[in-house]
């Protein structure tokens, strides 16, 4: 297993991506910059291993799902899952991509997943992309940030921690077709 590490991207705190409406160096929501840096693309050719030519354009369907999560998990009530054409009804690589502070749906709707890059990418990979959402929480957390530091219990860091129990349920329904 290797890290890549990306030193000369300029980007402000946000995703650098390629077709995004906020100025690279900018902080601003949705958190998705134009860098001229295809960090889905970079991402995911990386870790299935594949080169391949990619659209302009995602031509798939993102829409929403039901998450099913537990109270007390910080999980908001839906996600979303993108399914390209030739992945609906048939068996397809599945990618999870984990939102940022500010970037759940609470904040921008599905603004992170029309424009990260991620969706024309699984088109040419053959790639299920799922968006679990975290919900605000205006005590506990206030931005919707998934648990980095025990809002959700002490065993938020482990495979027993609710956060990480409600991803791998969702994809056991996805792996079921029930997504």
């Given at each position: 297993t290797?890290?890549?590490?990306?030193?000369?991207?300029?980007?402000a705190h946000?995703?650098p991506a390629?077709?995004a409406?906020?100025?690279?160096?900018?902080?601003r929501?949705?958190?998705?910059?134009?860098?001229?840096?295809?960090?889905?693309?970079?991402?995911?050719?990386?870790?299935?291993?594949?080169?391949?030519d990619?659209?302009?354009?995602?031509?798939?369907?993102?829409?929403?799902?039901?998450?099913?999560?537990?109270?007390g998990?910080?999980?908001?009530?839906?996600?979303?899952?993108y399914r390209?054409?030739?992945?609906?009804?048939?068996?397809?690589?599945?990618?999870?991509?984990?939102h940022?502070?500010?970037?759940?749906?609470?904040?921008?709707?599905?603004?992170?997943?029309?424009?990260?890059?991620?969706?024309?990418?699984?088109?040419a990979?053959d790639?299920?992309?799922?968006?679990?959402?975290?919900?605000?929480?205006a005590?506990?957390?206030?931005?919707?940030?998934?648990?980095?530091?025990?809002?959700t219990?002490?065993?938020?860091a482990?495979?027993?921690?609710?956060?990480?129990?409600?991803?791998?349920?969702?994809?056991?329904?996805?792996?079921?077709?029930?997504?």
């Open positions: 290797a890290i890549v590490r990306v030193t000369d991207v300029p980007s946000g995703f390629q077709q409406s906020a100025p690279c160096g900018e902080m929501s949705p958190f998705v910059n134009d860098c001229g840096y295809d960090g889905a693309g970079e991402l995911l050719q990386f870790l299935t291993d594949q080169s391949t990619v659209a302009d354009t995602a031509t798939g369907v993102l829409e929403a799902f039901e998450q099913q999560a537990p109270e998990s910080g999980f908001a009530a839906q996600g979303f899952i390209p054409a030739q992945c609906v009804g048939a068996s397809c690589g599945l990618h999870i991509v984990l940022g502070c500010g970037q759940g749906a609470s904040y921008v709707g599905d603004a992170v997943a029309q424009t990260a890059g991620y969706n024309r990418w699984a088109d990979l790639l299920v992309i799922i968006y679990p959402q975290i919900a605000p929480n005590v506990s957390n206030p931005l919707g940030w998934w648990d980095w530091w025990g809002y219990g002490a065993a938020f482990t495979r027993d921690g609710i956060q990480v129990q409600t991803l791998r349920a969702i994809i056991a329904r996805y792996e079921q077709a029930a997504l």
